[in-house]
């Protein structure tokens, strides 16, 4: 029903934008006026006025209807116990799908909801309607006055913007709020330093356990199923191994673009190895686990080497491929953002090509290209898909690049797979997991972007 | 006749340019004298910057520029296949329109140069050369005391006098010069001139410039360009005073260009 409303006022909206349009219009040929503003301005001005009072009475009129009712309600019947229950009962049996024991107080706040709602809606409609005309004919006084629609619908326009950026700022905050809660509770159960220093990990031990109901005893047993040790150990090194692969086969490709490759090279080689960026991450996951881990378990054991199937090698490996458009086509903007001045300064000395790109070009570019391979690190740490497929589950703690390792986000995704008690410790792991996480991709984000931002002010 | 021909340091017979499908210069003959400045003008476009990144094979950088024709240094070609373009630019340093020093200090802004050809190896022929050319750049004075900040972060004329340096570090013997004082104000303007003045001692200096007055005070032998073309190539004193072609003639009056 509210959706059919919405639909009405937008149209009323829309109609009102063409009808002030025209008399705007109207206004210049027929009385010769010269108006403050073009026709179109008094168009979104009547169309703004026409539907923005309405929508926002609609929007907060179905925030605040519910509760109002179940309120005026409840106020009727202060002698029944366990009111929600009660309420929800009325609710369903209004809706006809009610089951159980009926009593009288039910029938009876069953039908004072639907009197209830009747005049809540029929309010509504006539609250929504005078609001419609009463703004309408508000603003269409005010055309014919002539006035500076223009600045009202800047103004009206930069509000919306505000609000569009406040919608993201609050998610994000919200999102980080939540986390942090879960953590909060995490850590009150199990302390912050077995978390951090703990070099075991097993969470599978706490898997059906209300946190709360913890006795010191069993605390003394869970003490080492969360030593996040080895989830960071696999992450960094998983990393590692990824931007071993990706820094120098992405940087150096990017040189190539941006300093040798003729212009047609480059029109084509640019996209294709941007094309590797947008391959999803579990093609290059199982590309990893069912390619690459096998054919190294079998070069392995040609050579007499034990190597795991999901190895640590494969996972970093296929990540680094993913990565090196990251660093060469960031390092390539870079490096053309250096200014040809600098170039023809160098060849003008008699520098060949590499001597001015090794002493001049990067030394002016290395704030930028640090900075892309510092977001390229954020990704590699944040990757999930990749590893989760190839790089296995069992938390070794190992430097064996063989042997199957496994990261922060594989175990997120470990834990929350499947059936989940939200207040097991083995649960609010993931959130602890998640924050540490975050503020480590914060942290090298942050980094990435101020050295990103000194390096942009000394060429502008 | 033996002791006219040693006066002349470069020489360009039949030089034509195209950038792509455009020519941009058409048959220059033009002969630069040693030891003395040699100014091009004319109007923007008309070839004067291209004709000096010749000189230099600059226009190598670039993909779609073609050159034929000759050009010739103390008698050698140098458009020639066996020739070295890192001796040749040794031999021939360049400065540009726009100040260019590296974003590094300016010690190593001058020591980059001679590092790359191997000169100066030890730290103290390094210093000896960082601070002869920073001398005959008239730089010494003002930097002397802090050679270990970056060259960026001088004035505009400064920073074009480090890169005069700069150039003169690999001790040329030719100095191109392209519009070096379009970024600079009259005071820095007027000490490069100066400083000009005192390398033509030592030095074959070429001159781009834009202003007429530049030319009249820096130069001993002008050349006119237009639209690719040389009209008129003479001394400095009779072109501006007694040109023998009339488009010269208007342009050094600003009747046009």
């Given at each position: 029903m509210n959706l059919l409303i919405f639909a009405l006022i937008i149209l009323f909206?829309?109609?009102s934008y063409y009808f002030g349009r025209s008399e705007a219009r109207k206004l210049i040929t027929t009385n010769k006026i010269k108006l403050n503003a073009l026709p179109s301005y008094y168009g979104y001005y009547l169309g703004i006025?026409?539907?923005?009072?309405?929508?926002?009475?609609l929007?907060?009129?179905s925030l605040f209807e519910p509760t109002i009712i179940k309120i005026l309600i409840l106020s009727n019947f202060s002698n029944v116990e366990s009111k929600d229950l009660f309420y929800e009962q009325t609710l369903s049996f209004f809706n006809g799908n009610f089951t159980g024991e009926l009593t009288n107080n039910i029938k009876i706040a069953s039908e004072r909801y639907s009197s209830l709602n009747a005049i809540a809606y029929n309010s509504k409609i006539a609250l929504l309607a005078s609001a419609v005309i009463f703004s309408t004919s508000y603003a269409y006084k005010k055309i014919k006055s002539n006035n500076r629609a223009r600045d009202d619908?800047?103004?009206?326009?930069?509000?919306?913007?505000?609000?569009?950026?406040?919608?993201?700022?609050?998610?994000?905050?919200?999102i980080i709020v939540s986390l942090l809660f879960e953590s909060i509770k995490f850590f009150s159960t199990i302390n912050l330093f077995d978390f951090i220093f703990g070099t075991s990990w097993s969470p599978q031990r706490a898997f059906v356990r209300d946190a709360s109901t913890i006795t010191p005893e069993e605390y003394l047993e869970l003490k080492d199923a969360f030593g996040s040790v080895p989830l960071f150990a696999g992450t960094a090194f998983i990393a590692l191994i990824a931007m071993c692969v990706a820094v120098p086969i992405g940087l150096f490709s990017g040189i190539y673009l941006a300093e040798y490759a003729s212009t047609k090279v480059r029109k084509y080689s640019k996209?294709?190895?941007?094309?590797?960026?947008?391959?999803?991450?579990?093609?290059?996951?199982f590309f990893a686990a069912l390619t690459v881990g096998p054919f190294f378990r079998t070069v392995g054991e040609s050579l007499g080497l034990t190597v795991s199937s999901e190895s640590a090698l494969a996972a970093g490996l296929i990540m680094g491929v993913m990565i090196i458009p990251y660093i060469s086509s960031l390092s390539d903007d870079v490096i053309n953002s250096v200014p040809q001045s600098l170039r023809d300064g160098s060849y003008a000395v008699g520098a060949t090509k590499s001597e001015t790109i090794k002493k001049v070009i990067i030394p002016a570019a290395l704030p930028g290209i640090i900075g892309s391979i510092l977001l390229a690190v954020s990704r590699a740490i944040g990757?999930?898909?990749?590893?989760?497929?190839?790089?296995?589950?069992?938390?070794?703690?190992?430097?064996?690049?063989?042997?199957?390792?496994?990261?922060?986000?594989?175990?997120?995704?470990?834990?929350?797979?499947?059936?989940?008690?939200?207040?097991?410790?083995?649960?609010?792991?993931a959130f602890a997991l998640g924050l540490t996480l975050f503020i480590a991709t914060l942290f090298l984000n942050y980094i990435a972007l101020r050295v990103v931002k000194k390096y942009r002010e000394k060429y502008d | 006749?033996?002791?006219?021909?040693?006066?002349?340091?470069?020489?360009?017979?039949?030089?034509?340019?195209?950038?792509?499908?455009?020519?941009?210069?058409?048959?220059?003959?033009l002969e630069i004298n040693n030891k003395e400045v040699t100014a091009l003008i004319g109007p923007s476009g008309c070839g004067k910057s291209t004709f000096i990144r010749c000189i230099n094979r600059m226009n190598d950088t670039i993909d779609?520029?073609?050159?034929?024709?000759?050009?010739?240094?103390?008698?050698?070609?140098?458009?020639?296949?066996?020739?070295d373009v890192v001796t040749l630019r040794e031999k021939i340093g360049m400065v540009f329109q726009k100040p260019n020093p590296f974003p590094k200090s300016i010690y190593d802004n001058i020591a980059y140069g001679p590092t790359i050809h191997g000169i100066g190896e030890k730290k103290d022929e390094m210093d000896k050369i960082v601070e002869t050319s920073l001398k005959k750049a008239a730089l010494w004075d003002e930097v002397k005391d802090r050679l270990n900040e970056p060259g960026t972060g001088l004035s505009g004329g400064q920073q074009q006098r480090l890169c005069i340096a700069r150039a003169l570090s690999v001790n040329p013997e030719v100095i191109l010069m392209d519009e070096p004082c379009s970024a600079l104000d009259p005071i820095a303007t007027a000490k490069i001139e100066e400083l000009i003045d005192d390398l033509k001692k030592s030095y074959t200096i070429v001159i781009v410039t834009h202003s007429m007055a530049q030319a009249v005070r820096v130069s001993q032998k002008t050349g006119f360009f237009h639209l690719g073309k040389i009209i008129e190539v003479d001394t400095t004193e009779k072109i501006f005073k007694n040109p023998a072609n009339k488009m010269t003639q208007d342009y050094i009056t600003g009747r046009f260009g």
């Amino acid at each position: 029903m509210n959706l059919l409303i919405f639909a009405l006022i937008i149209l009323f909206g829309l109609s009102s934008y063409y009808f002030g349009r025209s008399e705007a219009r109207k206004l210049i040929t027929t009385n010769k006026i010269k108006l403050n503003a073009l026709p179109s301005y008094y168009g979104y001005y009547l169309g703004i006025w026409c539907g923005l009072p309405a929508l926002i009475i609609l929007s907060l009129w179905s925030l605040f209807e519910p509760t109002i009712i179940k309120i005026l309600i409840l106020s009727n019947f202060s002698n029944v116990e366990s009111k929600d229950l009660f309420y929800e009962q009325t609710l369903s049996f209004f809706n006809g799908n009610f089951t159980g024991e009926l009593t009288n107080n039910i029938k009876i706040a069953s039908e004072r909801y639907s009197s209830l709602n009747a005049i809540a809606y029929n309010s509504k409609i006539a609250l929504l309607a005078s609001a419609v005309i009463f703004s309408t004919s508000y603003a269409y006084k005010k055309i014919k006055s002539n006035n500076r629609a223009r600045d009202d619908v800047e103004l009206i326009l930069k509000g919306l913007l505000f609000v569009s950026s406040l919608v993201a700022i609050f998610t994000t905050i919200g999102i980080i709020v939540s986390l942090l809660f879960e953590s909060i509770k995490f850590f009150s159960t199990i302390n912050l330093f077995d978390f951090i220093f703990g070099t075991s990990w097993s969470p599978q031990r706490a898997f059906v356990r209300d946190a709360s109901t913890i006795t010191p005893e069993e605390y003394l047993e869970l003490k080492d199923a969360f030593g996040s040790v080895p989830l960071f150990a696999g992450t960094a090194f998983i990393a590692l191994i990824a931007m071993c692969v990706a820094v120098p086969i992405g940087l150096f490709s990017g040189i190539y673009l941006a300093e040798y490759a003729s212009t047609k090279v480059r029109k084509y080689s640019k996209p294709i190895i941007e094309i590797l960026a947008g391959i999803p991450t579990v093609v290059y996951g199982f590309f990893a686990a069912l390619t690459v881990g096998p054919f190294f378990r079998t070069v392995g054991e040609s050579l007499g080497l034990t190597v795991s199937s999901e190895s640590a090698l494969a996972a970093g490996l296929i990540m680094g491929v993913m990565i090196i458009p990251y660093i060469s086509s960031l390092s390539d903007d870079v490096i053309n953002s250096v200014p040809q001045s600098l170039r023809d300064g160098s060849y003008a000395v008699g520098a060949t090509k590499s001597e001015t790109i090794k002493k001049v070009i990067i030394p002016a570019a290395l704030p930028g290209i640090i900075g892309s391979i510092l977001l390229a690190v954020s990704r590699a740490i944040g990757e999930t898909m990749i590893v989760v497929m190839a790089a296995g589950l069992a938390a070794n703690l190992t430097i064996n690049p063989l042997e199957s390792t496994t990261t922060i986000t594989t175990q997120i995704v470990m834990i929350l797979v499947g059936d989940q008690e939200f207040d097991s410790p083995k649960t609010q792991a993931a959130f602890a997991l998640g924050l540490t996480l975050f503020i480590a991709t914060l942290f090298l984000n942050y980094i990435a972007l101020r050295v990103v931002k000194k390096y942009r002010e000394k060429y502008d | 006749m033996e002791l006219n021909n040693s006066k002349i340091k470069i020489k360009s017979k039949n030089l034509n340019v195209y950038y792509g499908n455009k020519q941009a210069l058409h048959n220059i003959n033009l002969e630069i004298n040693n030891k003395e400045v040699t100014a091009l003008i004319g109007p923007s476009g008309c070839g004067k910057s291209t004709f000096i990144r010749c000189i230099n094979r600059m226009n190598d950088t670039i993909d779609i520029c073609k050159v034929d024709g000759s050009i010739e240094i103390d008698g050698k070609e140098v458009n020639d296949k066996n020739v070295d373009v890192v001796t040749l630019r040794e031999k021939i340093g360049m400065v540009f329109q726009k100040p260019n020093p590296f974003p590094k200090s300016i010690y190593d802004n001058i020591a980059y140069g001679p590092t790359i050809h191997g000169i100066g190896e030890k730290k103290d022929e390094m210093d000896k050369i960082v601070e002869t050319s920073l001398k005959k750049a008239a730089l010494w004075d003002e930097v002397k005391d802090r050679l270990n900040e970056p060259g960026t972060g001088l004035s505009g004329g400064q920073q074009q006098r480090l890169c005069i340096a700069r150039a003169l570090s690999v001790n040329p013997e030719v100095i191109l010069m392209d519009e070096p004082c379009s970024a600079l104000d009259p005071i820095a303007t007027a000490k490069i001139e100066e400083l000009i003045d005192d390398l033509k001692k030592s030095y074959t200096i070429v001159i781009v410039t834009h202003s007429m007055a530049q030319a009249v005070r820096v130069s001993q032998k002008t050349g006119f360009f237009h639209l690719g073309k040389i009209i008129e190539v003479d001394t400095t004193e009779k072109i501006f005073k007694n040109p023998a072609n009339k488009m010269t003639q208007d342009y050094i009056t600003g009747r046009f260009g």
